[in-house]
């Protein structure tokens, strides 16, 4: 099917753009629609063109799957459309519904009328991709809208309704019915009246004092803007449409695109783009895969975890039931979840009619029976294995056939889980983050025995309860905190050898991690890695610990939950203090262990708990527990505060390059003795091709 077609109204020709979803400028589109203004002005009788999309979308911007392909570039690209249809002498007027975004937005600039739908959706979102609009939006949104509007819109990036720009000239006339006959009664009054055409780009700026605004704007948008180049890069831009021609303007603006096309910053959110993306599909399950219907849930444990769990659901609109065995402990679970409710609606974050709804879809028991009709059965007991193998065996006995049982286990094997089962093709992991309500990651653990439809299923679920859903294969850890043992692990190395857990916290935050890794272990509770540390002491005899935080967890320092960890938390202080107890404990470790500590550089920091991520990742690619790099980079971006800006550590690996990457790696292997440090062979081999992980 064409992408656009050509029908003539009386004396006005409508185009409409067809490029499912949203009317992606690709290249075939842009051809037809050039085609379409041709025709319309080669043809006597046709005195005005109309250009509409459909309900869904005028246009959403650039055509996605033609990213990094030669035709998104290629003629006629958009800014020669746009610069074809504003020339043209004849009445071009834009029909606006739905989404009107980025190089869709820019389009409708380029016509001399626009009609829209209230509620239509108009944003220049390229911000969000590190980049400015690239077809002329930067010059011709401040002409049309005044400055301070467009550099709102162009900066933030967010979608505003139509409707909003009332009382500027953007909009010629707002239509709350039928779109296509109101534009064509537009097209025809605009040719009775013999009304001029308004060329944007011919518009004038008059924005007296407009030194002190830029001025302002930069100020402001430093504060927000973190280490994003692109925010500040809009006010230059807009600094030109306010002092050059419309001309020259236009190369100002396209040479901060291209400067900003090659910026890491930019790289990096097209990449965490294209990665969430890419992370829904999973290689060997069709995406017209057939789902399971959830309509109701089953949560077994009301703890930490099920608490969280239940209320993803219940903001989704899915009725949830939840299972403990005491009357206490279900009382206390329930009552978590309605305290948090409230606390939100105390906020005015909830509305009183929302929170009733959310709190009547919600059901407590301490009976199995209740859970005969759910779809998706969600455990997140104690994590023992026995305690598992009990509700799982009694699930098998009640779930109706067809239920999906998920496990919300950390550490332990799905494989073992699902053979408590009668049906272990129906269990499939579930690992949440704490808090479960708040934190955007899911890990689904795929068994050896997971159907494809219960895992098209968990999928589809997740984006309803808007997780980033990531799928790993079974091992000790997952994706997630199979890496971060050795990032931690490193960590603690550099206190061993010098560092003081406050240094090694402030060079990683400095990178952009939102917590270091001691202020993490202190907030998730020291206990936990302790306890695996103990596991692996036996079966992984191969993992070289430092038994220095062994040590603290000896003296109960557990973390923010004891008020004292790798840091002390003096009552009602969150706030981590460096503690001259631990600096005792590190000092006597060293001496104890024969080391002379050593001054190491925030460089060697980075590199160090950096790296072991990349190398454990890579180990995790080369097993087929993960899928592809850019999962593992969203595992990182959305569940361990990762810094946005370096897309990963598998791209930062890229970006560093693999090949420099492996020599450190080498050089770590040879100055700690620890065999962590051979690279990985998919590192090893990529980095001898000149290839890349991403
Ligand atoms: P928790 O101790 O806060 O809660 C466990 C709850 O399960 C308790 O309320 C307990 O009464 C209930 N329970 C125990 N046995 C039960 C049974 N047989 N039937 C019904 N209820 C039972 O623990 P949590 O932190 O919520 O962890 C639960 C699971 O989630 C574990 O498997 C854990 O590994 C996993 N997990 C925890 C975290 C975390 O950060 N806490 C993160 C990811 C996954």
Known sequence: MSSTSYEVRGNVAVITLANPPVNGLSYELRCGVVAGIDRAASDAAIKAVVLIGNDRAFSGGADIREFGSRLAFAEPNLPTLIDIIERSTKPVIAAIAGACMGGGFELALGCHFRLAKPDAKIALPEVKLGLIPGAGGTQRAPRILGVETALNLMAKGDPVPAVAFKGTVLIDEYV???????????AEKVVAEGRPLRRVSEMKIDYPNHEAFLQFARNMIKGIAGPFPAPAKC???VAAALTKPFAEGMKVEREIFV??????????????FAADRAASKIPDVPEDTPTRTIAKVGVIGAGTMGGGIAMNFLNAGVAVIMLEMKQDALDRGMATIRKNYESTLKKGKL??????TRMGLLAGTMSY??????????????????VKEAVFKKLDEVAKPGAILASNTSTLDLNTIANFTQRPQDVVGMHFFSPANVMKLLEVVRGSATAKDVLATVMAIAKKIRKNAVVSGVCDGFIGNRMVLHYVRMAVALVDEGATPAQVDRALEKFGMIMGPFRMSDLAGNDIGWHIRKRHYIERPDISYSKLADRLCEAGRFGQKTGKGWYAYPPGARKPEPDPEVEAMIVAWRAEQGITPRKISN????????????NEGARLLDEGIAARASDIDMVYLTGYGFPMHRGGPMLYADEVGLYNVARRMREF?????????????????LAADGKSLT
């Open 176 to 186: 709350d019915g039928d779109l296509l006959p109101a534009a064509i009664a537009f």
């Open 603 to 614: 460089d060697e920091i980075v590199e160090r708990c950096v790296y072991a991520l990349v």
């Open 235 to 237: 006010v230059d831009a």
């Open 369 to 386: 029976d209740d859970l005969k009709d759910c779809d998706l059965i969600i455990e997140a007991v104690f994590e023992e294995i026995g």
């Open 669 to 685: 292997a040879i100055a700690s003795g620890d065999n962590f440090w051979e690279p990985a062979p998919l590192i090893a081999r």
């Open 259 to 272: 400067s900003l096309m090659g910026s890491p910053e930019s790289r990096a959110l097209r990449h965490l």
């Open 351 to 356: 509305t009183q009619e929302k929170f009733d």
